[in-house]
């Protein structure tokens, strides 16, 4: 496979590339704040599982360069990974899911709340759905938790949700939302997820309290944007020539890095047995 061969197939990930996000995933929080206007009047933002970053620069580019000229910006990053620094923002390396780093953010942002948390959130998958769905879940909670501390009434979080966690843990999730609204009073609360309306089994009219504050839930991006299942032809434009565009920051010390290193230096295979055990069958060459 070429290397302009991702391009091709995921064209979110080429434009991300061309126009200097660090990942696709930040056409998401745009189209979001397109519909929403996530940002206006924003000063003071959480990025939670931000790394390798494209999410933060969004909100760097976003609200460092707000129309009016807005002061006092702050941005805090926070990811298990360690991540390129970018201007405006704090990094906080750490798990949120640790008291410990829930605590470094909050002291943040004490006496001045946030006005915006985010969070895209998604751990390593092991192929295990139901482990995945749990931790996935659990991550959410977490920061549906840390949200809770540091966000001023009437602030907006955003967070990815998949529609299984939504429709495995229907309950308990709207539960807590409950528990959480109630002590957020006006809490914005978007969620993106493919599918999503359609795999909730609710009747929204029947909901009441806090829970209507939820409803709808909404999925954004329209029929005008690119379809990110769609192949595009390397040349968009008639005029102008497609030119490979290297990613716009490469991951620091990813966690794949070690393994990276084995490989090249043919150190992934197993010990022949064939010469210990003289038994062809025994031989395992991961390469
Ligand atoms: N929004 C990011 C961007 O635009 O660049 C992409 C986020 S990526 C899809 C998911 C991130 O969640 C990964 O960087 C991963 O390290 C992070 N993550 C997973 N579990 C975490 C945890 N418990 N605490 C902090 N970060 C976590």
Not at 43 to 57: E, F, I, N
Not at 100 to 112: C, K, L, N, Y
């Amino acid at each position: 496979m070429g290397r302009s061969s991702k391009d091709k197939r995921d064209i979110y990930y080429r434009l991300a590339k061309e126009e200097g996000w660090r990942a696709r995933s930040a056409y998401k929080l745009l189209q979001l704040d397109q519909e929403y206007s996530l940002f206006k009047g924003v000063t003071k933002a959480v990025d939670l599982c931000a790394a390798p970053g494209s999410w933060s620069q969004v909100l760097s580019r976003k609200l460092r360069c707000q129309e009016e000229k807005i002061t006092g910006v702050k941005i805090v990053a926070v990811d298990l990974q360690a991540m390129a620094p970018l201007p405006g923002v704090t990094q906080i390396q750490g798990d949120i899911t640790k008291v410990s780093t829930a605590q470094e953010i909050i002291r943040h942002f004490e006496g001045e709340p946030a006005d915006l948390v985010v969070c895209d959130g998604a751990p390593d998958v092991t192929g295990l759905h139901d482990v995945d769905e749990y931790i996935q879940a659990q991550l959410l909670l977490a920061a549906l938790n840390i949200t809770t501390h540091i966000l001023k009434p009437g602030g907006t979080f955003v967070a990815k949700v998949t529609d299984q966690i939504i429709k495995k843990q229907k309950s308990n999730f709207f539960f807590y939302l409950e528990t959480f609204l109630s002590h957020l009073y006006h809490l914005s609360f978007c969620l993106f997820c493919l599918d999503f309306l359609l795999s909730l089994d609710v009747d929204f009219n029947q909901l009441e309290g806090p829970n209507r504050v939820i409803v709808p839930f909404l999925t954004c991006g329209d029929l005008s944007s690119f379809d990110s299942d769609r192949t595009y032809p390397l040349q968009l434009d008639s005029c102008k020539e497609y030119q490979y565009v290297p990613p716009t920051q490469s991951p620091i010390h990813p966690p794949y890095q070690h393994a990276c290193h084995l490989r090249k230096n043919n150190l992934l295979s197993k010990e022949d047995t064939v010469h210990k055990f003289g038994h062809p069958c025994c031989f395992i060459d991961l390469n």
